[in-house]
């Protein structure tokens, strides 16, 4: 009996030895921390103001708000780890910060990725277990301790469980940035009643709790996380602004040059030089929450009045940009259009642009177009932002509650809610050149106010690294 009772207390201690060597180092002071990195050799320009962990469940550089977050962080003082894919190069400036460090993790498994509704509920818990691992492992062991970790959601599954706990281990303090709500994407592929959307609601609306503050992209999405959600911390609306590299093109020879310069338009200069052609620009995720068939309708349509009842108007060439599940299955579409001729006076092509050439090609078109149809009602489209930035005037799905807090009606950019609306936009700018320089000049006043000024009074303060 006495030897069991002693054989059973030395493997819980052991085990319980293990565990407490296992567990993650905590954070501590910042002067503790630069040390450790200075130790590990890795390059510490001086004793940052604070330290701030991002993490992207997804490619960083399709995540331009998070990159501004640690350009901003870096630019005040801060030290940056920016956790996530690495699919697509990063902002130049990211990686040449030395503030900055670029933590990747592993890609999923190729198997586990799919569009057949079965087979994402067989694959679903395969790719979370998957992502657990990876997210325990690069937050708990692979990176130093930070002050902050702040992190996108969504995705919530499952980023908010894995952080919430690394954040309680480290001593670290957890900010939510909301761009949208998990659950309410979840329900664009299986329905709003479905089990696991009701479980996603569930589970993102308690672990949220459990974060120091709550940055999200709209007053109205603030609202809902207070008064829906509950949520007692702090939450701060932050909205997204475009970044200093998106800049307006106002010399009309500088976006000829430009234009001649790159492949997708390079045939097409003489074109634009006699006002024969209008370049449309939209950027896209190729996901359920943009509906683009909105977009190759409208196209058809107005090909059919170009080349009938409104023969004066321009042809169009609409550059798509952008990578996601639905690429193929619409260009096959915009393919089997254009072979039945319903898009004689409408070209279409689809590219991906490193980051310079995307900010001058928005500066160097007439009209954006805007897909996003908000699967909460309370998110908005970084799109539009940088389209601003770049004084391209918009036209977008405005069927949602915060539509009117990023554009003006008439003044910036207009809204549509179908396919015909569209045309009718389209048709009515693109014939009339004063309509549309009208909205350009309202796109360029609204661009004119900056990431940083938007940055510095919310979320500096709450990093501590702008004075209160």
């Known amino acids: 009996m006495i030897d069991s009772l002693i054989s059973i207390l030395f493997w819980l201690s052991s085990a319980l030895t293990l565990v407490i060597l296992l567990l993650?180092?905590?954070?501590?002071?910042?002067?503790?921390?630069?040390?450790?990195?200075?130790?590990?050799?890795?390059?510490?320009?001086?004793?940052?103001?604070?330290?701030?962990?991002?993490?992207?469940?997804?490619?960083?550089?399709?995540s331009p708000r998070m990159q501004y977050h640690a350009l901003s962080i870096a630019k005040r003082g801060g030290r940056v780890d920016i956790i996530g894919y690495q699919e697509s190069d990063a902002h130049p400036d990211i990686v040449s910060d030395p503030r900055v460090s670029i933590v990747p993790l592993p890609p999923h498994p190729a198997f586990l990725q799919t569009s057949n509704?079965?087979?994402?509920?067989?694959?679903?818990?395969?790719?979370?277990?998957?992502?657990?691992?990876?997210?325990?492992?690069?937050?708990?062991?692979?990176?130093?301790?930070?002050?902050?970790?702040?992190?996108?959601?969504?995705?919530?599954?499952?980023?908010?469980?894995?952080?919430?706990?690394?954040?309680?281990?480290?001593?670290?303090?957890?900010?939510?940035?909301?761009?949208?709500?998990?659950?309410?994407?979840?329900?664009?592929?299986l329905g709003n009643n479905h089990p696991l959307v009701t479980l996603s609601s569930w589970y993102e609306r308690t672990l949220c709790q459990y974060a120091t503050a709550h940055l999200c992209v709209t007053r109205a999405m603030a609202r809902v996380l207070q008064s829906e959600f509950c949520i007692k911390a702090p939450v701060l609306p932050l909205h997204d602004r475009p970044a200093n590299h998106l800049q307006p093109i106002l010399a009309k020879q500088e976006r000829l040059d430009f234009l001649a310069s790159l492949e997708e338009t390079a045939t097409i200069r003489?074109?634009?030089?006699?006002?024969?052609?209008?370049?449309?620009?939209?950027?896209?995720?190729?996901?359920?929450?943009?509906?683009?068939?909105?977009?190759?309708?409208?196209?058809?349509?107005?090909s059919e009045l170009a080349s009938t009842s409104k023969p004066h108007l321009p042809e169009v060439l609409a550059i798509i940009t952008g990578k996601g599940p639905q690429r193929e299955a619409y260009l096959q579409e915009i393919s089997a259009r254009k072979s039945s001729g319903e898009l004689k006076k409408v070209t279409v092509k689809s590219t991906w642009l490193t980051t310079h050439d995307y900010a001058r090609l928005l500066a160097s078109a007439d009209l954006g177009v805007s897909l996003h149809t908000s699967s909460s009602g309370v998110d908005l489209p970084m799109k539009v932002v940088d389209m601003f930035g770049a004084g391209l005037p918009v036209v977008g799905w405005n069927r949602f509650e915060a539509w009117p807090e990023l554009v003006t009606d008439g003044v910036n950019g207009r809204g549509f809610g179908s396919s015909e609306e569209l045309v009718e936009h389209l048709v009515d700018l693109f014939e009339n050149a004063t309509k549309l320089e009208g909205l350009r000049v309202g796109a360029l006043k609204e661009g004119s106010r900056r990431w940083d000024d938007e940055w510095d009074p919310v979320a500096g303060k709450l990093f501590g690294l702008v004075e209160a």
């Open 270 to 302: 003489s074109s634009l030089e006699s006002g024969d052609l209008r370049i449309l620009v939209s950027s896209t995720s190729w996901t359920a929450d943009e509906d683009f068939s909105l977009l190759i309708t409208a196209l058809s349509r107005y």
């Open 24 to 62: 993650p180092s905590q954070y501590g002071s910042e002067k503790s921390q630069t040390k450790d990195r200075s130790s590990a050799g890795q390059d510490a320009p001086s004793q940052p103001k604070t330290s701030v962990q991002i993490l992207v469940l997804g490619d960083i550089g399709r």
């Open 117 to 189: 509704k079965i087979l994402f509920l067989l694959f679903g818990p395969l790719k979370v277990l998957f992502q657990i691992f990876c997210l325990w492992d690069c937050l708990a062991y692979r990176t130093t301790p930070a002050k902050w970790l702040l992190i996108q959601n969504p995705p919530s599954i499952p980023t908010l469980a894995v952080a919430s706990l690394v954040c309680f281990l480290r001593n670290t303090r957890l900010v939510i940035d909301w761009h949208n709500f998990g659950y309410s994407i979840l329900a664009l592929k």
